[in-house]
């Protein structure tokens, strides 16, 4: 086993479910097994969750709940400010885990860590700024506000490709808002949720607050729509797919629960004929090739001006010649493996399409003939209008295509149900306004001369459209894990209604 799982608390066989800080799990049940996409050898096994676990967890997180939302604000970021001491000690070690387990290069992975560091110091910071606003009353003697009030238990489910980062944008902000939350992670990295709950574990029992932090990990359908119907949980923040997310609204929103979803992405970059060639080059390359092309901000589609068209092409050309594949922990790799089978077997049948479309791949398109999930970068001259131009294949796929005219990119950029993250490259003032205008990108993200992913904590990140809709991370994301309360008080000795209504009984 690796030195880092041991360091983190991981064992060859592992329990799933963490109720008040204690793990446990049916010895009965088959076991998930976690497997390195890079050599497909099993890094470590996991008891899945069962029914009567998960009822333990919620009663628990329930009942944890009635205490925490007393304690004040500031006193609950203590506990992330705590996690987020260990986070710093343990950041190499669980880098090499979130490596190991999604198949990231390891700075890649580091960098998801620090995520995690910098969500909690902006967590800790905003447990003393839960602002509500007073405004004037129109009655005499009144006092008119609102205030924010935690929601309960929040249920937090988790995408494969940020194993750690996205659970800690929720978690940290949702646990400082008073609520108590229950984490669902993918069962493609399990080992990477246990690492952190032993973490939580034991701030929570330094801190003697056990129940703040859970963790189930189910292996049955039956069992994950209990969890996304309980009406004991008001909020499902999901990130994942757009088809599960859909679905997951529709349950969530026929209880009239609350829903924050962090969808899909098919993000598009746009070189005018005024881009600096050499601040765009890199910036796509990272953008479409980083993390094999797994995250929901990868570029997917390349817009370019048709007198650059060539001279782009070529550059790319030259950068992904020199693109090294191979494992996620040597610092010489740029590209790691894709997640599993079923991704390298998508990965072909949208090759197999290209072809049958006649595009032209100028890159890549092959899967790479070793042990482990590795495909080619991939450069593909493609049209808008394609099937698998309009979805996302969670991939390093780049379509590219050619424009004439900025409004031109831009309705080509947005001719597809997504919208999370989107690029204009542009030395012309006039472009880069009119991009961020409300004729230009429809994208919860657009950027001018920087690429489509990476994004900073202290901003909301979220997408439109097909993405969901949903706001985490900072700025003022905080509000969509507290429930809003408008307060009236009457200091005065007279009832007066609003409007100006008479009410014949009060005169
Ligand atoms: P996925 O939709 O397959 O799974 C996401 C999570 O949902 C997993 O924990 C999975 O076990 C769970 N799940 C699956 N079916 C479920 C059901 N019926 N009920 C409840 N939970 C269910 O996604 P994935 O393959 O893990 O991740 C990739 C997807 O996530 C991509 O589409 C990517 O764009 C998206 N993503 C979006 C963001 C964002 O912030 N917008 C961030 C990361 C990933």
Redesign the pocket.
């Known amino acids: 086993m690796h030195s880092a799982l041991e360091t983190l608390g991981i064992q060859q066989i592992n329990n799933s479910s963490c109720i008040g800080g204690h793990w446990c799990g049916d010895t009965r049940l088959d076991v998930i097994e976690s497997i390195n996409p890079s050599d497909l050898k099993c890094l470590a096994m996991i008891r899945p969750s069962t029914d009567q676990e998960y009822q333990h967890i919620i009663a628990e997180s329930t009942q944890t709940f009635a205490t925490w939302r007393t304690i004040p604000a500031p006193k609950r970021g203590e506990m992330v400010r705590r996690i987020a001491q260990e986070l710093r000690r343990k950041k190499h070690q669980i880098g090499d885990l979130v490596a190991l387990e999604t198949g990231k290069i390891k700075s890649e992975a580091d960098g998801e860590v620090q995520e995690m560091i910098d969500i909690a110091d902006f967590a800790v910071g905003q447990s003393r700024m839960l602002y509500g606003k007073t405004m004037p009353s129109e009655r005499p003697q009144h006092r008119l506000y609102e205030q924010w009030l935690p929601l309960g238990v929040v249920g937090i489910?988790?995408?494969?490709?940020?194993p750690v980062a996205?659970w800690a944008w929720n978690a940290f902000i949702a646990v400082i808002a008073g609520n108590t939350v229950i984490w669902?992670?993918?069962?493609?990295t399990p080992l990477c949720a246990i690492a952190i709950q032993h973490i939580c574990n034991q701030i929570m029992s330094e801190m003697q607050y056990q129940g703040v932090f859970s963790l189930f990990i189910p292996d049955d359908?039956i069992l994950?729509?209990q969890f996304?119907e309980d009406r004991q949980i008001p909020l499902i923040s999901?990130?994942?797919?757009?088809?599960?997310?859909r679905?997951?609204n529709i349950k969530v929103a026929s209880r009239l629960g609350k829903c924050l979803l962090?969808?899909?992405?098919n993000n598009a970059v746009i070189v005018d004929e005024s881009a600096d060639i050499n601040l765009a080059i890199p910036a796509i390359v990272f953008a479409a090739v980083g993390t094999a092309g797994q995250r929901?901000t990868s570029t997917r589609r390349l817009l370019v001006h048709e007198k650059l068209y060539d001279t782009v092409i070529n550059h790319l050309l030259h950068a992904y010649q020199q693109i090294t594949i191979g494992s996620p922990l040597d610092s010489r790799t740029v590209v790691g493996p894709l997640i599993d089978a079923q991704a390298v077997e998508k990965f072909q049948q949208v090759m197999m399409e290209v072809k049958r479309q006649q595009g032209r791949i100028v890159y890549g398109g092959k899967i790479v003939d070793t042990t482990g999930y590795f495909v080619e970068p991939t450069l593909v001259c493609a049209e808008n209008n394609w099937t698998i131009v309009q979805q996302?294949t969670?991939a390093p796929i780049l379509y590219v295509m050619k424009f004439k005219t900025l409004e031109e990119a831009i309705a080509i950029q947005n001719n597809v149900p997504q919208g999370?993250s989107s690029a204009l490259f542009t030395d012309n003032l006039c472009h880069a306004e009119h991009y961020l205008s409300a004729v230009g990108s429809d994208c919860g993200i657009a950027n001018i001369n920087m690429g489509t992913s990476g994004a900073e904590i202290g901003a909301a990140?979220?997408?439109e459209k097909d993405?969901g809709g949903g706001r985490e991370a900072g700025s003022d994301a905080w509000k969509s894990y507290m429930r809003r309360q408008t307060n009236t008080i009457n200091w005065g000795k007279q009832v007066t209604l609003a409007q100006d209504i008479l009410f014949p009984m009060m005169r």
Do not use: Q
């Open positions: 489910i988790t995408a494969f490709n940020f996205v669902k992670p993918s069962p493609k359908r994950l729509n996304v999901f990130t994942g797919s757009s088809v599960v997310g679905s997951i962090e969808l899909s992405g929901c996302e969670f999370l990140f979220g997408g993405t």
